[in-house]
């Protein structure tokens, strides 16, 4: 068990809907990312946020948000959807920010599906 | 443009003898690479790590090896033992990038038979 807690697993839903995914990093950790793996893909970075505030975007659509609240759980939210939004989500948590050798602490994921 | 490569989609390899996974990257200022471990329906967890300034890294079975001229680096698991099937993540980070630059392969799945 990682520590870190992504809700919901799965999410099936139509084109042009608006999903929220949620996650709770582990205890302690102040820095969230997500990242989105699509079929036969990498884990592709979308997004990293360090105590509240955004620090980093990496390849994410227009149509995508994220936020980290006070109590450091983050929200995906993802708007329009498109069929090739469908992918596996993962949220991942780290105490710090920019070490390259500090492990990511990575969720469960939310698979979503778009039709 | 794919800067971390895993060209083998799927390894299968015998219980006990040594599974050789491999990744190649282009970017040269990458200087810290790790592997992750994916089961079906849980996370990556992380597995082993190694700077640049190392060409070698071991932590019970697991080594990991870093050409950097031939921006090469290898993980070899032994012996090898059913436990470790799974998918097996190559990535690749500059020094000051952490998670937010971090950049991962495709995955090699590893089948490890009786």
């Known amino acids: 068990d990682s520590g870190v807690t992504q809700t919901p697993k799965h999410l099936i839903t139509a084109t042009g809907q608006r999903v929220t995914l949620r996650c709770s990093p582990r205890?302690?950790?102040?820095?969230v990312y997500w990242y989105q793996q699509s079929l036969d893909q990498g884990l592709q970075f979308l997004i990293h946020?360090?105590?509240?505030?955004?620090?980093a975007k990496g390849n994410i659509l227009e149509r995508f948000s994220a936020q980290q609240f006070p109590d450091l759980h983050s929200e995906l939210n993802l708007s329009s959807l498109e069929l090739g939004d469908s992918a596996l989500y993962f949220c991942a948590s780290s105490v710090g920010t920019n070490r390259g050798n500090s492990p990511l602490h990575f969720g469960n994921g939310t698979r979503l599906t778009v039709t | 443009d794919q800067q971390v490569k895993q060209n083998s989609p799927s390894l299968s390899v015998q219980e006990g003898r040594i599974s050789i996974l491999n990744c190649d990257y282009t970017n040269s200022m990458f200087d810290y690479f790790l592997w992750y471990k994916k089961y079906p329906a849980e996370g990556p967890t992380f597995l082993i790590s190694i700077s640049s300034i190392k060409d070698k890294n071991e932590d019970g079975r697991f080594t990991v090896f870093l050409n950097k001229s031939a921006k090469h680096l290898s993980l070899h698991i032994v012996p090898s033992q059913p436990g470790d099937s799974a998918v097996y993540f190559c990535?690749?980070?500059?020094?000051?990038?952490?998670?937010?630059?971090?950049?991962f392969g495709t995955g090699t799945q590893l089948k490890v038979e009786l």
């Open positions: 946020y360090y105590n509240g505030e955004e620090r």
């Open positions: 205890s302690g950790d102040l820095s």
């Open positions: 990535a690749a980070s500059p020094f000051t990038g952490g998670g937010n630059k971090l950049t």
